[in-house]
């Protein structure tokens, strides 16, 4: 089975220590991680597993392929403070 991220476009949020009540930033949004033979059947196994999602008011969802299994223990940090 493959991996897959699916994340939302839809929403905003706030950057740490904000004062703003306006959301400062536009972004894309993690909704979960799901695996599949396919897109649409991971979709199926999120929905599945997720079953709250359907109680939410995300409707676009996007689907992508993590080509690295491991991707979480295989990822790369950066840090912005060290380049301040």
């Known amino acids: 089975m ?3 991220i699916f ?6 949020s706030y950057q740490p220590n904000s ?3 306006e959301p400062d930033i536009d972004n894309c949004q993690v909704i979960a ?3 599949g033979k ?3 059947e991971a979709f199926i196994n999120l929905k599945k597993e997720n079953d709250y999602l359907l109680d939410t ?3 676009e ?3 992508i392929e993590l080509k690295n299994e491991d991707y979480y223990h295989n990822a790369k940090y950066f840090h912005l403070s060290e380049y301040k």
């Open 19 to 21: 004062v703003s009540s």
């Open 2 to 4: 493959k991996s897959y």
């Open 57 to 59: 008011n995300f409707d």
């Open 38 to 40: 396919d897109e649409n």
């Open 7 to 12: 994340i939302t476009e839809e929403g905003s």
């Open 61 to 63: 969802i996007i689907c």
């Open 33 to 35: 991680f799901a695996k």
